[in-house]
């Protein structure tokens, strides 16, 4: 089993800030890949930011030059720097990693970001 938990979502101004973070377990274990999605009321869920299994980071158009993605040097935890943040960045959102040699996906359990004045 692999657990992730996410922390540093909340409330904040349109303009302000925030820090997500993703804690992943299973010690021993390699990720191919570390990211974030968010689901919006009523969205689908989408990709917002990512490592690579070739460790390139990949970000939606909307939050380019605004978030950035980081992960720790044992490639355990993963984060999400978020700036100008504006209302339609208001979604639960998601750490998502995959397993190397497994190939299979596991999910934290979401944390709310709300953007409003």
């Known amino acids: 089993q692999v657990n992730l938990a996410e922390s540093g979502g909340g409330a904040v101004q349109p303009g302000g800030s925030l820090r997500l973070s993703c804690a992943a377990s299973g010690k021993f274990l390699v990720f191919n890949t570390m990211g974030w999605y968010r689901q919006a009321p009523g969205k689908q869920r989408e990709l917002v930011a990512a490592f690579t299994r070739g460790g390139r980071t990949n970000y939606t158009d909307s939050v380019k030059g605004r978030f950035t993605i980081s992960r720790n040097n044992a490639q355990t935890a993963v984060y999400l720097q978020m700036n100008s943040l504006k209302p339609e960045d208001t979604a639960v959102y998601y750490c998502?990693?995959?397993?190397?040699?497994?190939?299979?996906?596991?999910w934290g359990q979401g944390t709310q970001v709300t953007v409003s004045s």
């Open positions: 998502r990693v995959v397993v190397a040699g497994w190939g299979t996906e596991f």
